[in-house]
């Protein structure tokens, strides 16, 4: 069995969609992160993709591109000790209640 | 926690363009960029792409030692899939580390 | 929809689904708040600052296609170059001023002939040649794209409108590894009086992805 990521010659007539999304402003500013965190020795982008395979398989296919590059950002700073999840969780309180203040 | 898929023992370019080689058919378990389409297919090697760290380790904060010759390996689509539904000239070329790479004999 | 969290955080079952109250989902949604709540974290432990990661999106922001497409028309219009380009192209790439990432990866140029076509796709993830178009487009990085574009080529060309014929040899490349691919597409006949910018101008993104050709602007076909 495949995994997700995999998907060299999975059987699907799905035609190919050719509409484009603008990127929101916090896609531009994952990506850029990644950048930012690979120029300084913090993130290679192997890793980046051992990350986003180890997500279960549910949620790689339900989360679009970003999201699975956020998703991997996450795995990486947390394993590396850069930011710990208590932090993160934390700052995820503090950074949902002013968005719905 | 390094993870190799082969053992790749050096860095040693083992094939030269025209020879023809079989990808090893394997499930590491870790990170690897041999897709499951390819695996145990028998190709011609087109060309060396040069010698890269093993993202195999790479993926795992580990140096990518001993490096791997690169080689872009050229397939026959009808080989490849059974139902491929193009002619029997189009090609299909995937790049594969060498030591996902056997020596093979040509397929008639 | 339920967001699956990652495993990593121990959170996994929560709902993260639409919170009452927010007013845009695509901004707003669970990931979003994740990256921003990461990006704050980074600059309040000066891990990077919040103009760094503004002057990398400008950055990224700076590539697009025009820069493959001006590469493209000079190659047309200059046999020597297009040699270079397909040889060394990294040469070929510096001298029109662009540099390459000095480690990986690295680029290659495939040349579309009479004879053969090229079609690139990365059935792994998405590698692109980011650094000569940008930002990949949606369609590259699709399931459907990536599951299709292996096994059924022509049948995903036709779909961009390119009818390869049958006696024209289609060659995928998958860029599995530490390499991206670059499409030199055919320069279409009536374009001979043509300058280098008028040229560039026709140049695709998706020709230099290998879904279509570079057509001819109509004063030339009906010409």
Same mark, same amino acid.
């Given at each position: 069995?495949?995994?997700?990521?995999?998907?060299?010659?999975?059987?699907?007539?799905?035609?190919?969609?050719?509409?484009?999304?603008?990127? *929101?402003?916090? %896609? !531009?500013?994952?990506? #850029?992160?990644?950048?930012? $965190?690979? /120029? +300084? =020795?913090?993130?290679?982008? &192997? @890793?980046?993709?051992?990350?986003?395979?180890?997500?279960?398989?549910?949620?790689?296919?339900?989360? *679009?591109?970003? %999201? !699975?590059?956020?998703? #991997?950002?996450?795995?990486? $700073?947390? /394993? +590396? =000790?850069?930011?710990?999840? &208590? @932090?993160?969780?934390?700052?995820?309180?503090?950074?949902?209640?002013?968005?719905?203040? | 926690?390094?993870?190799?898929?082969?053992?790749?023992?050096?860095?040693?370019?083992?094939?030269?363009?025209?020879?023809?080689?079989?990808?090893?058919?394997?499930?590491?378990?870790?990170?690897?960029?041999?897709?499951?389409?390819?695996?145990?297919?028998?190709?011609?090697?087109?060309?060396?792409?040069?010698?890269?760290?093993?993202?195999?380790?790479?993926?795992?904060?580990?140096?990518?030692?001993?490096?791997?010759?690169?080689?872009?390996?050229?397939?026959?689509?009808?080989?490849?899939?059974?139902?491929?539904?193009?002619?029997?000239?189009?090609?299909?070329?995937?790049?594969?580390?060498?030591?996902?790479?056997?020596?093979?004999?040509?397929?008639? | 929809?339920?967001?699956?969290?990652?495993?990593?955080?121990?959170?996994?079952?929560?709902?993260?689904?639409?919170?009452?109250?927010?007013?845009?989902?695509?901004?707003?949604?669970?990931?979003?708040?994740?990256?921003?709540?990461?990006?704050?974290?980074?600059?309040?432990?000066?891990?990077?600052?919040?103009?760094?990661?503004?002057?990398?999106?400008?950055?990224?922001?700076?590539?697009?296609?025009?820069?493959?497409?001006?590469?493209?028309?000079?190659?047309?219009?200059?046999?020597?170059?297009?040699?270079?380009?397909?040889?060394?192209?990294?040469?070929?790439?510096?001298?029109?001023?662009?540099?390459?990432?000095?480690?990986?990866?690295?680029?290659?140029?495939?040349?579309?002939?009479?004879?053969?076509?090229?079609?690139?796709?990365?059935?792994?993830?998405?590698?692109?040649?980011?650094?000569?178009?940008?930002?990949?487009?949606?369609?590259?990085?699709?399931?459907?794209?990536?599951?299709?574009?292996?096994?059924?080529?022509?049948?995903?060309?036709?779909?961009?409108?390119?009818?390869?014929?049958?006696?024209?040899?289609?060659?995928?490349?998958?860029?599995?590894?530490?390499?991206?691919?670059?499409?030199?597409?055919?320069?279409?006949?009536?374009?001979?009086?043509?300058?280098?910018?008028?040229?560039?101008?026709?140049?695709?993104?998706?020709?230099?992805?290998?879904?279509?050709?570079?057509?001819?602007?109509?004063?030339?076909?009906?010409?």
């Amino acid at each position: 069995m495949s995994q997700p990521h995999d998907r060299g010659g999975w059987p699907t007539e799905e035609p190919i969609s050719q509409e484009e999304h603008v990127l *929101s402003d916090w %896609e !531009r500013r994952v990506d #850029a992160m990644h950048n930012v $965190l690979s /120029e +300084k =020795g913090l993130r290679r982008t &192997d @890793e980046m993709r051992r990350a986003i395979e180890s997500l279960d398989p549910e949620t790689y296919e339900a989360c *679009s591109y970003y %999201e !699975r590059w956020t998703a #991997a950002l996450e795995i990486l $700073l947390l /394993e +590396k =000790g850069v930011i710990t999840s &208590d @932090e993160l969780d934390h700052k995820f309180e503090e950074v949902q209640s002013q968005v719905r203040s | 926690m390094t993870q190799y898929s082969g053992q790749p023992d050096d860095s040693t370019v083992k094939y030269q363009p025209g020879d023809t080689v079989a990808v090893r058919v394997d499930n590491p378990g870790g990170h690897f960029r041999t897709p499951r389409y390819i695996q145990g297919q028998t190709g011609r090697v087109h060309k060396l792409c040069g010698i890269f760290p093993n993202p195999e380790s790479l993926a795992y904060g580990g140096d990518g030692q001993p490096a791997q010759p690169l080689y872009r390996v050229e397939f026959s689509q009808s080989q490849v899939w059974s139902e491929y539904a193009g002619p029997s000239s189009d090609k299909i070329y995937v790049d594969i580390y060498q030591h996902w790479l056997e020596p093979a004999t040509a397929v008639a | 929809m339920t967001r699956l969290n990652t495993s990593s955080n121990g959170h996994g079952d929560h709902d993260h689904e639409d919170h009452p109250g927010m007013a845009h989902d695509e901004e707003l949604g669970y990931y979003a708040l994740r990256a921003r709540a990461m990006e704050a974290l980074l600059v309040e432990k000066g891990v990077c600052s919040p103009t760094e990661i503004q002057n990398m999106v400008d950055r990224v922001e700076a590539r697009s296609p025009a820069d493959g497409a001006r590469v493209v028309a000079h190659a047309w219009a200059d046999p020597e170059y297009k040699a270079l380009l397909l040889s060394d192209p990294e040469a070929a790439l510096a001298q029109l001023g662009y540099s390459l990432p000095e480690t990986t990866p690295k680029l290659d140029v495939v040349e579309n002939t009479e004879n053969v076509h090229n079609l690139v796709v990365c059935t792994l993830c998405s590698c692109y040649p980011r650094a000569l178009l940008g930002r990949p487009p949606d369609w590259y990085k699709s399931f459907s794209y990536r599951s299709r574009a292996v096994i059924d080529p022509r049948g995903v060309m036709r779909e961009f409108g390119l009818d390869v014929p049958a006696e024209v040899e289609v060659r995928v490349l998958d860029s599995t590894a530490d390499l991206r691919y670059l499409v030199l597409p055919r320069r279409p006949e009536g374009t001979e009086g043509m300058s280098e910018d008028q040229l560039a101008e026709l140049v695709t993104r998706d020709s230099m992805i290998g879904v279509t050709e570079v057509r001819a602007p109509e004063s030339a076909r009906a010409g």
